[in-house]
Nanobody
Framework: VQLQASGGGLVQAGGSLRLSCAASGRTSSMYAMGWFRQTPGNEREFVAF????????FAADSVQGRFTISRDKAKNILFLQMNNVKREDTAIYYCAADGPNRRGVLDHHLHYDYWGQGTEVTVSS
């Protein structure tokens, strides 16, 4: 599975941004996709996941009520709608997909086998 993330940029606090992640290759093996984010010196942090077939979602407490994960199954595109962004949302955002060797829990980066290249989000005050 190959992942291509896009949509990052500079946004003012309180504003909105939508990230996209296009998946290609053996997407039929995916059970879930997720978004993670990372800042320098810190571990990759869970943001949200979606079960690809069922469409059920779960998001981290830090983004609950502000960020929404969704997908277009027909086009194999994952989205992250970011509303009311805060300075602390500044990070590089990565999309991820699992595969047949899925392991662990869906809200941990070790579960995912495939990663996009990252798209940078900067929130200004």
């Amino acid at each position: 599975v190959q992942l291509q993330a896009s949509g990052g940029g500079l946004v003012q606090a309180g504003g909105s941004l939508r990230l996209s992640c296009a998946a290609s290759g053996r997407t039929s093996s995916m059970y879930a996709m997720g978004w993670f984010r990372q800042t320098p010196g810190n571990e990759r942090e869970f943001v949200a996941f979606i079960r690809w077939s069922a469409g059920t979602t779960f998001a981290a407490d830090s983004v609950q009520g502000r960020f929404t994960i969704s997908r277009d199954k027909a086009k194999n595109i994952l989205f992250l709608q970011m509303n009311n962004v805060k300075r602390e949302d500044t990070a590089i955002y990565y999309c991820a997909a699992d595969g047949p060797n899925r392991r662990g829990v869906l809200d941990h980066h070790l579960h995912y086998d495939y990663w996009g290249q990252g798209t940078e989000v900067t929130v200004s005050s």
